[in-house]
């Protein structure tokens, strides 16, 4: 199944949409925000990924393409380099001094990053309308879990790759399809009476959710970028376990349906396995081979902590005004 083609956000995404369609050439215009640019870049993305209704899959390496893509991601990694340099560089500094990879990696992985965490306003105060307003921002990426950690995969060496195998395992359902993580995740939106189609709520996403998944498909997507992609993966299952905990809590004191709560029960208990895999295995294992690839394991995992706290404050906002959320609900209507 493709992702649908999203309405424009400005004149880059009209443009490139425009281009997508026709076959034609690529205006050359600039983004006239952020929302805009990060739109263009997830739907270049996209053509990596499933590729998107009625687009052409040659184009996934059309130069025109690929040179817009270039040009937005070198602002996406300038953006996230300074962006998340707070958090990376006092565990850089305790790496440099001697410290532990695995100790100093969960320190960095439990820093106060500053705001409010959705798992908590889940557990502790929100509505089912507003939970549901989260499920369909968090499906943006649910859909596809972990399959941009995978680009990563055949650029590793033998060891890395048996650890990232073994996560990825159970990711995708150790040879069960009906327990592939998108499909739990898909189960759960269903019994919400939510649209389960890929990528079904991408009118919807806002600015900060796009960055987020745009940044796990450049890290993974790229060779230089691969020890960070891995610290992303490894930053993402550390910050999971807990969390999914309180989701339960939450999805349990609205008496939501039971199968949107067994995908995060599934997270609470697996992630709790993944992250030491991760941690220790994956990420601690290349290290003591190679320690030069640290430093970037550390701004990737930096990375993901960052996004996820603009990610969560950007979601609270809106879920938390009710015209915005009436608003976007006409627009997926
Ligand atoms: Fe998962
Ligand atoms: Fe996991």
Sequence with gaps: MRAPL?????????ALTEALLEQGVLRCVDADSDDDAA???WMLYELHHRGLEGVDDALEWDPALLVLRARLEHDLEERWRDRARHLALPAQERLADGEDFAEVFFDLCAADTGGESLARFVQREAETEQVLALLRQRSIYHVREQDSAMWALPRLDDETKAHLVAIAADEYGNGHPDRLHAELWRRGMAACDLDTGYAAYLDE??????????LMSMLGLHRRLVPAALGHLAAFEVCSSVPSKRMVRGLERLGMPEPVVEYYREHMVAD?????????????????????????????AAVCLAAEQETATAVLTAVRDEESMAGSREAVA
């Design 272 to 300: 709790a396995v993944h992250e030491q895999v991760a941690v220790r295995r994956m990420l601690g294992g290349w290290v003591a081979r190679e320690p030069d690839v640290a430093d970037d394991m550390l701004w990737g």
């Design 6 to 14: 999203p309405t424009p956000r400005g004149s880059l995404t009209e």
């Design 39 to 41: 739109l263009a870049l």
């Design 205 to 214: 996403a806002l600015p900060q959710v796009l960055e987020q998944n745009n």
